[in-house]
């Protein structure tokens, strides 16, 4: 399979470790296997793979994870048609948005 | 669809079977093509699949009918409850992107559908996709009170398809099941509705270049504007094709991570192109307008295609915007300049 990764320096993922508990939720949701577990702790290995769809932070019963520039769509269409004040429709099918 | 009924404590529960018709197809091709895309909807509530008994599994899904066959047509030959969410027609992935596939809609859902007096355990297994909307442990605390346990999440499979070996695998998904893919085959899948949603785009660009066209040494003329124009808008539609759909498949083989980079160089290749087949004026301002031209129009529609692919983050693409939309808009204004110049010489 062909590895798709995209700005890495941008991602405004945080996990703060010390909250964690280790329920390995983050591991089951996220769609780019950007966490693992490590020990008892969940470890960011491949954040540069993440695309802030916001899963592990809403998903987080510990509080641990921040997704700080807040989860919207990584759509170029969505951002400007919103700046026209049209409010967007999904871009497209089984993606998105 | 509906093929009868099940009786439960809370009434007939609509039976819908697992064998997608030529309908249903149909329906499928016609929404990828935006065909009556606004309104490919079931009815949010529950349905059966088989002969679901208390204990059977229920699967929670989107009222986007595509969604809701995938989900029927992978329990083929089980038992299980489907409960769709009013996500208003939208898919789970999108619609948990926008919060209707969500915790707040999911509690309601098993309130208002009395699921409790349908089934005798807690557990819910939704697609994982859905847990950019739903907190599982919110939904457990909702809908939990004094006298009953809350409902429990389990987050299965991406991908419909894989809900059997998920199954078996004893409810777990593996790291494929969980990771999200683009294939080929699914870059392509999604063309069609992007090409059809952006048409306006290319409908406008056809105009300006049309009414810009008429400009001559002898003044302005709609009869010039028609003559002129064509050629043009025959490039323009080359160039938004390689930025809506040759960009797109060939994603991942067009160096560098930034879409709008990634068109732009692809514009760059069809100006060269065109350029070495002779097939343009060889005015010096016409090459200067179209080396801007081409390649600012397959940017621009590259950089939409984030929308439509499964990893790009909102930070990201508001940083390539920030940097490329003035490139876009610059070039833009310098090529219809020289294209300008190039009509009035």
């Not at chain 1, 390995?24 to 008892?40: D, L, R, T, Y």
């Not at chain 2, 390689?242 to 960009?247: K, R």
Request: charged share 15%; hydrophobic share 45%.
């Amino acid at each position: 399979m062909i590895d798709f990764k995209y700005l890495g320096e941008t991602v405004s993922l945080i996990l703060n470790k010390e909250k964690c508990n280790g329920c390995g939720m983050c591991v089951k949701v996220c769609p780019h296997a950007v966490f693992e577990m490590n020990g008892s702790k969940a470890e960011l290995t491949l954040k540069d793979y993440c695309m802030e769809c916001g899963a592990c932070q809403l998903n987080c019963a510990q509080n641990a994870i921040k997704v700080t520039v807040g989860n919207g769509c990584g759509c170029a269409t969505g951002i400007i048609e919103g700046y026209f004040g049209v409010e967007s429709e999904c871009c497209s099918d089984s993606t998105c948005c | 669809m509906i093929t009868g009924y099940i009786k439960t404590p809370i009434g007939d529960i609509p039976q819908v079977e697992t064998r997608l018709n030529s309908k249903d197809i149909l329906g499928a091709i016609k929404v990828r093509w935006l065909i009556g895309r606004d309104n490919y909807m079931v009815k949010p509530g529950l349905y059966a699949v088989g002969n679901p008994t208390k204990d059977s599994n229920v699967f929670v899904s989107a009222n986007y009918k595509l969604s809701f066959d995938h989900v029927r047509k992978n329990l083929a030959g089980r038992d299980a409850w489907i409960l769709v969410l009013d996500t208003k027609g939208v898919n789970v992935w999108c619609a948990a992107g926008k919060g209707t596939f969500g915790t707040h809609e999911l509690v309601k859902r098993i309130e208002e559908t009395q699921l409790r007096k349908v089934v005798n355990h807690h557990r819910l297994i939704l697609p994982q996709l859905g847990a950019t909307g739903v907190s599982a442990h919110l939904v457990r605390q909702l809908t939990k009170s004094e006298s009953e346990k809350g409902f429990n999440v389990v987050w299965g499979p991406i991908k419909a398809a894989d809900i059997k070996p998920f199954l078996k695998n004893n409810y777990k998904a593996t790291t494929e099941m969980r990771r999200v893919t683009f294939t080929m085959a699914e870059r392509t899948k999604l063309l069609p509705v992007d090409i059809v949603y952006a048409g306006k785009k290319l409908l406008g660009a056809f105009v300006l270049i049309f009414l810009v066209s008429g400009f001559s040494q002898t003044g302005y003329s709609i009869t010039d504007a028609w003559y002129t124009s064509l050629p043009s808008i025959l490039y323009i539609v080359l160039a938004y094709f390689t930025g809506i759909l040759l960009t797109p498949i060939l994603l991942p083989y067009i160096p560098f991570r930034m879409f709008a980079l990634k068109g732009l160089i692809t514009g760059i290749f069809l100006f060269i192109a065109l350029h070495l087949g002779n097939y343009m004026a060889n005015s010096i301002y016409a090459i200067l307008a179209w080396v801007m031209l081409l390649p600012a129009i397959s940017s621009f529609m590259a950089m939409n295609f984030t929308g439509g692919s499964t990893f790009t983050s909102l930070s990201g693409v508001k940083k390539e915007m920030k940097i490329f939309v003035p490139i876009q808009i610059t070039m833009a204004i310098f090529g219809l300049a020289f294209y300008i110049i190039n009509l009035l010489r």
